[in-house]
């Protein structure tokens, strides 16, 4: 928020994401390795580019193609840009690891690098997604404005948490959260999952439907779970953003927690959100995972700036 900055009248930012990455980039990268290595710049940019690295890494080859797999394991076995991020992330932490393991007089030995590519693993599940899905709540606000001033004036963790959830249920419309069958599976209806078949859950059939969702689930209503009991971290078969059950994500509660840092933080700075095309707004609400979005925002700048 403070590369946001305070401005006289409107500020144009072009590209939210961009900002809005950076600062959960440093916010995960503080609570993951602590204050000191997160200072670095080059951890910062293994935070925020090993998600979109590891993507550019898998996507090139078809899924049609019968020899993917060898393919796949050739070009990651020589051009694997994540021992780049998994070599940044030792290089940062050595001398803190090891300076803390001499105060400690710790015994347990364990290989650095391993603890460094779990680490990893980490990072490439949570900083792009949900800088993501900040970016987005930054953009629902600039198409809901009547909403800013009363997240503002009363800021309860209740009214910001419904308006996170609101915007992810109504965001998550379409087929997602991949699963592959580990067995032969028969569902109520008689039809047969077989084996190593892939299915995606149809967020339409649960977050537009009326029986679970309440009266006009196709609009956005911002304090549509305020008083009900569910929290933006609850999942269910009534909110699949996270998945359900023991497969849900457990990084989650992390997750809304800085969503909601940054949506409260937002309303306290700014008077206004403003989209920089209005007739995209359509499209900005219900844009992609990792597509560019089709407009910018304003930002304006409350009279007293809040430091």
């Not at 963790?157 to 109504?170: I, N």
């Not at 089709?294 to 430091?307: D, Q």
Request: aromatic share 8%; with cysteine.
């Amino acid at each position: 928020i403070r590369d946001l900055g305070h401005s006289e009248g409107r500020k144009l930012i072009e590209n939210p994401l961009m900002i809005l990455q950076e600062m959960i980039a440093s916010a995960m990268a503080s609570v993951f390795m602590g204050h000191e290595i997160a200072k670095e710049r080059k951890v910062l940019d293994t935070f925020i580019d090993c998600t979109g690295d590891l993507a550019r890494l898998l996507d090139p080859v078809s899924t049609t193609n019968a020899w993917r797999p060898y393919f796949a394991k050739a070009k990651y076995g020589v051009d694997n840009p994540l021992q780049k991020h998994i070599r940044v992330l030792v290089e940062a932490a050595t001398p803190v690891v090891q300076e803390r393991r001499r105060q400690e007089a710790e015994a347990l030995e364990k290989d650095l690098e391993d603890i460094c590519g779990h680490l990893l693993v980490i990072v490439l599940v949570s900083v792009h997604t949900t800088s993501d899905s900040s970016t987005y709540l930054s953009y629902f606000l600039a198409a809901f404005p009547q909403c800013i001033d009363e997240l503002y004036q009363e800021q309860l963790e209740v009214k910001m948490d419904s308006f996170v959830r609101e915007s992810m249920r109504f965001r998550a419309d379409r087929a997602s959260v991949p699963y592959t069958a580990r067995r032969d599976v028969v569902l109520s209806n008689g039809m047969t999952i077989r084996k190593g078949r892939m299915i995606m859950v149809n967020f339409q059939s649960t977050h537009l439907n009326p029986g679970m969702q309440g009266k006009d689930p196709a609009e956005f209503r911002p304090w549509r779970f305020v008083g009900k009991g569910k929290a933006a971290t609850k999942v269910g078969t009534d909110f699949l953003f996270f998945g359900m059950g023991k497969h849900a994500c457990p990084g989650r509660f992390l997750a809304i927690q800085e969503v909601k840092t940054v949506g409260a933080l937002m309303v306290s700075r700014y008077s206004k959100i403003e989209l920089q095309d209005p007739s995209q707004k359509t499209k900005a609400l219900r844009s992609l995972l990792g597509e560019k979005v089709p407009t910018g925002l304003y930002f304006t700048s409350r009279e007293a700036k809040n430091e």
